[in-house]
């Protein structure tokens, strides 16, 4: 069933919505509680996952359910936590572009 209400996380838990609409104006999103109040509205590009993941840890919350309505976002975000769950050790660099010409 395909609900189009918004869905509460677990109880101890918060939400990250993010809206991915794509539009000129960016994404944005909204961090709530399990019971819905309202913690952070958060408005940015295509970081917006990553930024609602930072908001939501400055307030404290530990237990996070991420929501998209945005599809390539919820693969590509999924996908990289999965490959980050393996056992092994990742390191996430930044290079300039001079530097990384093999790519």
């Known amino acids: 069933m395909i609900s189009w209400h918004w869905q509460s996380p677990p109880p101890g838990w918060i939400a990250v919505n993010t809206d991915g609409s794509g539009t000129s104006s960016g994404t944005g999103g909204v961090i709530r509680g399990s019971d819905g109040w309202f913690i952070k509205a958060f408005s940015t590009n295509l970081a917006g996952i990553a930024q609602g993941l930072h908001s939501a840890w400055e307030t404290g919350a530990r237990k996070v359910k991420l929501q998209t309505d945005y599809h390539p976002h919820y693969t590509m975000v999924s996908a990289i936590h999965r490959l980050l769950e393996r056992g092994w050790e990742v390191?996430?660099?930044?290079?300039?572009?001079?530097?990384?010409y093999d790519s």
């Open 91 to 100: 390191s996430i660099d930044h290079v300039f572009r001079e530097g990384n």
